[in-house]
């Protein structure tokens, strides 16, 4: 079974600064999905950034970044320029490429505050 | 476009009683899954259909049922409410069956269960 590890409970980073978050997991599998969710206090869970594990080129997105270490298993997420609205719990999830198998096994989040 | 909907929002229930938790999409997708998520633990999936009068047991299924009767509605029922099952509750979706694709799942808003 996969598993997807997020070591970091809390993190925090003032203002305009740039935070990464770490994810590794573990996957007998070499095609599959990564994704970073956000989820704010709102409780709503927000898709951040996703990667494809045959592509080798980094996924961005605006201030959103990740660095996928395939052969290491991880996955990190860099948010540059940080704001106050990037506060939020961010969960990592694994999902296989198997046909018509879309189940997500998520990690355990890591929260992340923003200082002024 | 309502995207995935989740009624009630929050919820008491006394131990021993049932109740279904709605959960309804617009958007014509075949796959449908149940979360919980609980402090410290990440999502955890309960349930999942990949099409309408398909079903299937995710990772936490004691306790719950479901159906899929059509592709927009997936209802979660919990047979006799244990305050073990005290959680919030996500549903999500996503297009599902179609061979390769990152298509990421939409989650609705949650439900906060409480069993007293």
């Known amino acids: 079974a996969q598993t997807v590890t997020q070591s970091q409970p809390e993190m925090s980073v003032q203002e305009a600064e740039t935070v990464t978050l770490s994810c590794t997991y573990d996957?007998?599998?070499?095609?599959?999905?990564l994704f970073w969710y956000k989820q704010p206090p709102s409780r709503q869970m927000i898709l951040v950034i996703r990667?494809?594990?045959?592509?080798?080129q980094n996924a961005t997105e605006n201030r959103f970044s990740v660095n996928f270490q395939k052969a290491a298993k991880s996955f990190s997420l860099k948010i540059s320029d940080s704001q106050l609205g990037d506060a939020a719990m961010y969960f990592c999830?694994?999902?296989?490429?198997?046909?018509?198998?879309?189940?997500?096994?998520f990690g355990t989040g890591t929260r992340l505050t923003i200082i002024p | 476009n309502a995207g995935v909907t989740q009624t009630p929002k929050f919820q008491v229930l006394k131990t021993g009683q049932s109740m279904t938790l709605q959960c309804a999409q617009d958007?014509?997708?075949?796959?449908m899954s149940w979360y919980r998520q609980d402090p410290g633990m990440g999502l955890r999936l309960i349930h999942y259909?990949?099409?309408?009068?398909?079903?299937d047991q995710g990772e936490v299924p004691n306790g719950y049922n479901v159906s899929r009767s059509t592709t927009e509605d997936f209802p979660l029922r919990l047979l006799s409410a244990a305050p073990s099952q005290t959680s919030v509750y996500f549903c999500?979706?996503?297009?599902?069956?179609?061979?390769?694709?990152?298509?990421?799942?939409?989650f609705g808003d949650g439900t906060r269960l409480s069993i007293l």
């Open positions: 999500a979706s996503s297009p599902g069956t179609g061979g390769w694709s990152n298509q990421p799942q939409h």
């Open positions: 996957t007998s599998e070499s095609d599959y999905y």
């Open positions: 990667q494809e594990a045959y592509k080798q």
């Open positions: 999830a694994y999902r296989n490429s198997n046909f018509g198998n879309e189940k997500l096994t």
């Open positions: 958007m014509n997708h075949e796959y």
């Open positions: 259909s990949v099409g309408a009068g398909i079903t």
